[in-house]
């Protein structure tokens, strides 16, 4: 018995020292291919002009709603306006607050209210004329693709 393993084992060992081995491959010159490059090619880019926002090409979406102070809000001045940004829409003021707070740690002036279906909104901005809340949502459009005006009944 012991002598079959060993003759295995050694038939293994031969087997994997042959596959291992490269076989000789046929190599094919390509005649000129050697030949360093003597044009140089210059590119250029071309000048694109900045371009003014653009209103988004989907449907707006503006709503009408009465809605107060969240509980812990102070700032009873953004109330005096009629056009609302709104970024974020939650169920649960926790998870608004949780958005609030990121955005007044990148220095925004966020608020929460909460209207009269228990939806809590998150307010970026405020504005006593649309088209001042429609340039905004212009503005934060890349990250907040969602937002949209909410204007105070």
């Known amino acids: ?29 390509i005649p000129g291919a050697n030949v360093e490059a003597t044009t140089t090619v210059t590119t250029t880019t071309p000048t694109v002009k900045p371009q003014a926002p653009t209103a988004p090409t989907g449907a707006e ?24 940004v709104v970024v974020g829409s939650f169920k649960s003021q926790v998870n608004a607050k949780g958005l609030q707070g990121t955005l007044k740690g990148e220095g925004n002036t966020a608020l929460v209210v909460v209207n009269e279906q228990g939806m809590f909104r998150v307010l970026i901005a405020s504005f006593n004329e649309y088209a001042q809340a429609r340039a905004r949502i212009n503005q934060i459009s890349q990250r907040f693709p969602d937002a949209w005006v909410l204007v105070q009944k």
């Open 1 to 29: 018995m012991t002598r079959t393993i060993r003759i295995l084992f050694l038939a293994a060992l031969i087997g994997t020292t042959f596959s291992a081995c490269k076989t000789k491959q046929k190599v094919t010159k």
């Open 61 to 84: 979406v503006t709503r009408n709603e009465k809605f107060s102070l969240a509980d812990g809000e102070t700032n009873a001045d953004a109330l005096k306006f009629k056009y609302h």
